[in-house]
């Protein structure tokens, strides 16, 4: 029997995700807003977020949400770290029993600091939970570029069985059981590509780039295996990986944010223009009061905090960016 997938979130990496899915098992897409159902079933686009991307026939969307979650074998979460509790809460009605859960969410919830896998196990106890996550630009996947991701759940033999659904193609999904590690890089990972972008921002070289990326890599990697997750999985796709495409990519909403604040722009301002989240300004805040919780100094993150609390400006912190790596590389005070 094929496993039925329901699929919560319309914006570009739940679209995508679907559209891959969809040439493995039967997918329908829920999404809030009407116009985007409409354009995905009548003009086979989504024009608000993936505009000029052809969508495969078997995705098929709908705003009834009952419709999608009822029917689910498997549940994807794809809606923002801010509003992941509230449609949790809404889906929570209509799901089955043991229906495993997947996140694609790289980010935390602002106020109580949980990762999304958290707040799955906090509102639907008793099923399975993962994530996808890795160094997935959307529109790179939807244009037929290869792209490798990892399918994190913490039962090897679930993994294992939901890892064909995704798996597709020039799109290969690898395995891992260290969840916790895996969701983490991708939070990370964000706040990290804020701070490259606002050394790009002000024409920063090669040398400023590499040594922000192996730095923030370094912090990523501490607070991580400080809160559980395996070291080895931070150098893997879910963490320097993704860190290498959100940090170099054009096509990176936190990467944008940062190039923009090393302009001189004010982030309320670059956040108005833009139609798609950067997880990584909602998440500084809650990353930082971690650091602060497991007693670990994260320079790079502190600054990116800083700049986009409006505390101090891009240009400001630019120069002590990189004062970490004044001291003993491998292990910083």
């Not at 009822?70 to 809404?90: N, T, Y």
């Not at 889906?91 to 600091?113: C, D, M």
């Not at 969701?183 to 990972?189: A, I, S």
């Not at 050394?199 to 730095?215: E, K, P």
Request: glycine share 12%; hydrophobic share 40%; net charge neutral.
């Amino acid at each position: 029997m094929r496993l039925k997938v329901g699929l919560l979130g319309g914006g570009s990496w739940g679209t995508t995700v679907a559209s891959v899915v969809s040439r493995n098992a039967p997918i329908t897409l829920w999404a809030r807003d009407a116009e985007t159902v409409s354009d995905i079933n009548t003009h086979r686009e989504n024009r608000k977020y993936l505009p000029g991307i052809t969508l495969p026939s078997a995705l098929r969307a709908t705003n009834d949400m009952a419709e999608v979650v009822a029917g689910a074998d498997v549940l994807v979460m794809g809606v923002p770290s801010h509003s992941f509790r509230g449609v949790l809460e809404e889906a929570k009605a209509y799901l089955r029993p043991w229906v495993p859960v997947i996140s694609l969410t790289k980010g935390l919830e602002l106020s109580s600091g949980k990762r999304m896998t958290e707040l799955i196990e906090e509102i639907l106890p008793g099923h399975p939970v993962g994530v996808l996550t890795g160094p997935n630009l959307a529109r790179e996947i939807m244009t037929g570029q290869a792209a490798a991701s990892v399918l994190s759940m913490e039962d090897e033999i679930v993994v294992r069985a939901l890892q064909p659904i995704f798996h597709s193609g020039l799109f290969r999904v690898y395995t891992n059981t260290d969840r916790l590690g895996c969701e983490l890089g991708g939070v990370l990972k964000n706040i990290i590509a804020i701070a490259v972008g606002m050394g790009d921002g002000q024409g920063a070289g090669d040398n400023t780039r590499s040594a922000l990326m192996t730095r923030g890599l370094a912090e990523i990697t501490r607070l991580g295996v400080a809160m559980g997750g395996r070291p080895e999985t931070f150098a893997g796709l879910t963490g320097m990986g993704d860190l290498i495409a959100t940090c170099t990519s054009p096509l990176s909403r936190n990467r944008h944010v940062g190039v923009e604040l090393g302009k001189g722009r004010k982030i309320d301002e670059i956040i108005a223009g833009m139609n798609m989240v950067a997880e990584g300004v909602k998440s500084a805040p809650t990353v930082i009061a971690l650091a602060e919780k497991h007693g670990l100094v994260m320079p790079i993150a502190q600054d990116v905090f800083d700049v986009t609390q409006g505390i101090r400006t891009a240009q400001e912190v630019f120069r002590g960016l990189l004062r970490s790596a004044v001291g003993d590389e491998a292990h910083p005070g």
